[in-house]
């Protein structure tokens, strides 16, 4: 079974300031996919960048950018210029042909004006 | 509507009871996902749909717990004989299709407070 894992329960970064969100996981497969989401205090859940594992070039949606090490299976996220409205919790999340969408616990981020 | 929709937003009820939450995915998606999320906890996966096939039930935390899907349509999450514990935010989301990267498109969830 897949797992991932996110062991920073909790981040704070000051605002304009850049700051990286750690994730691992576990897979013994070779193709699968990567993404983060976020959730702000609204409840919604909203894609914030994705990754295929075949391809080598780290992914980048304007602020966000991402770390991808598959031999070290992490993938990290970039938030550069942190806006208040960053302020959510991000969940890491794993896929792969076969199976579903499994996630982290989650990291709280806050944005300090 | 553009967007999953789930109802009832937030829902009290006594243990005991039954309660049945409601999701309507975007339209032409096959694949349907419930999550539960305890307070300040990630997403607890509970089953998926995938248009026609057998769905996977291996998160239901126990019999309590069930959930139908007629085809790419609506789906209902029911919860027997409600607990204390059962008290968390349920999450619906729908892709196009299951394992290819696609995004997942969350609702806002069912918050189930049981008193």
């Known amino acids: 079974a897949q797992t991932v894992t996110q062991s920073q329960p909790e981040m704070s970064v000051q605002e304009a300031e850049t700051v990286t969100l750690s994730c691992t996981y576990d897979t013994s497969e070779n193709n699968y996919y990567l993404f983060w989401y976020k959730q702000p205090p609204s409840r919604q859940m909203i894609l914030v960048i994705r990754q295929e594992a075949y391809k080598q070039q780290n992914a980048t949606e304007n602020r966000f950018s991402v770390n991808f090490q598959k031999a070290a299976k992490s993938f990290s996220l970039k938030i550069s210029d942190s806006q208040l409205g960053d302020t959510a919790m991000y969940f890491c999340a794993f896929e792969t042909s076969g199976s579903r969408l499994t996630f982290g616990e989650g990291t709280q981020l806050t944005v300090n004006p | 509507g553009a967007g999953v929709s789930q109802s009832p937003s937030n829902k009290v009820t006594e243990k005991g009871k039954d309660v049945e939450l409601r999701c309507d995915p975007i339209?032409?998606?096959?694949?349907l996902y419930w999550y539960r999320q305890r307070l300040g906890q990630g997403l607890e996966f509970l089953i998926y749909f995938q248009g026609n096939s057998a769905p996977d039930k291996s998160g239901l935390p126990s019999d309590r717990f069930s959930a139908e899907r007629t085809g790419e349509s609506v789906s209902t999450l029911t919860i027997q004989r409600t607990q204390q514990e059962d008290s968390a935010v349920y999450l619906c989301?729908?892709?196009?299709?299951?394992?290819?990267?696609?995004?997942?498109?969350f609702g806002q969830g069912t918050r189930l407070t049981v008193v």
């Open positions: 339209s032409g998606h096959t694949a």
């Open positions: 989301a729908s892709s196009p299709v299951r394992g290819a990267g696609t995004e997942a498109f």
